[in-house]
T-cell receptor, first 115, second 112 residues
Framework: EAGVTQFPSHSVIEKGQTVTLRCDPISGHDNLYWYRRVMGKEIKFLLHFVKESKQDESGMPNNRFLAERTGGTYSTLKVQPAELEDSGVYFC?????????????FGPGTRLTVL | GQNIDQPTEMTATEGAIVQINCTYQTSGFNGLFWYQQHAGEAPTFLSYNVLDGLEEKGRFSSFLSRSKGYSYLLLKELQMKDSASYLCAVRDQGTGANNLFFGTGTRLTVIP
């Protein structure tokens, strides 16, 4: 079974440009999460989808970040316009959402560098 | 707010046992997870505790005391491949449906 995949693995852009990150969750997982790790800090929650609906977006830094999950399958996270402080590793995770342990399985992350 | 503390770095010898501690203060509690992350790779799930006590899974065990806000991950018979970062994460029932709050991770180096 394929794990969580993310594209691209690395992205280097200039301040003011737009970048779109993509996440493909494990097939059949209703829950999809975005997290971010800024250098030297802990992994922090950004938002949580249940199918195509945003369940919790309390961690989104500001309105330059837009996440979508049309059709309830893959998700995109767009940063527009990017700022220097947006640099970091963006992780996506998915879980079945059936209660109990409901383990979150992580992708390898997208390393974003804003120059 | 959420506060999760774990040591930044640890070093241990191949074949030995190492214990990585994690303390937490969260507004709610709905389980504690340990993940392993090798550099440049995805965090991978190791263990889950929601009730007090010890959960054993092969060479890895995890312990939880909810009254003390404390957990540890125990790695036995250390192997070189165990060199990685170990992330403690708490699922906080109070704030969201399922999101995790992470510590900064403990970088474990296993030496021959």
């Amino acid at each position: 079974e394929a794990g969580v995949t993310q594209f691209p693995s690395h992205s280097v852009i200039e301040k003011g440009q737009t970048v779109t990150l993509r996440c493909d969750p494990i097939s059949g997982h209703d829950n999809l999460y975005w997290y971010r790790r800024v250098m030297g800090k802990e992994i922090k929650f950004l938002l949580h989808f249940v199918k195509e609906s945003k369940q919790d977006e309390s961690g989104m830094p500001n309105n330059r970040f837009l996440a979508e999950r049309t059709g309830g399958t893959y998700s995109t996270l767009k940063v527009q316009p990017a700022e220097l402080e947006d640099s970091g590793v963006y992780f996506c995770a998915s879980s079945q959402g059936t209660g109990g342990v409901d383990t979150q399985y992580f992708g390898p992350g997208t390393r974003l560098t804003v120059l | 707010g959420q506060n999760i503390d774990q040591p930044t770095e640890m070093t241990a010898t191949e074949g030995a046992i190492v214990q990585i501690n994690c303390t937490y203060q969260t507004s709610g509690f709905n389980g504690l997870f340990w993940y392993q992350q090798h550099a440049g790779e995805a965090p991978t799930f190791l263990s889950y505790n929601v009730l007090d006590g010890l959960e054993e899974k092969g060479r890895f065990s995890s312990f939880l005391s909810r009254s003390k806000g404390y957990s540890y991950l125990l790695l036995k018979e250390l192997q070189m491949k165990d060199s990685a970062s170990y992330l403690c994460a708490v699922r906080d029932q109070g704030t969201g449906a399922n999101n995790l709050f992470f510590g900064t991770g403990t970088r474990l180096t296993v030496i021959p």
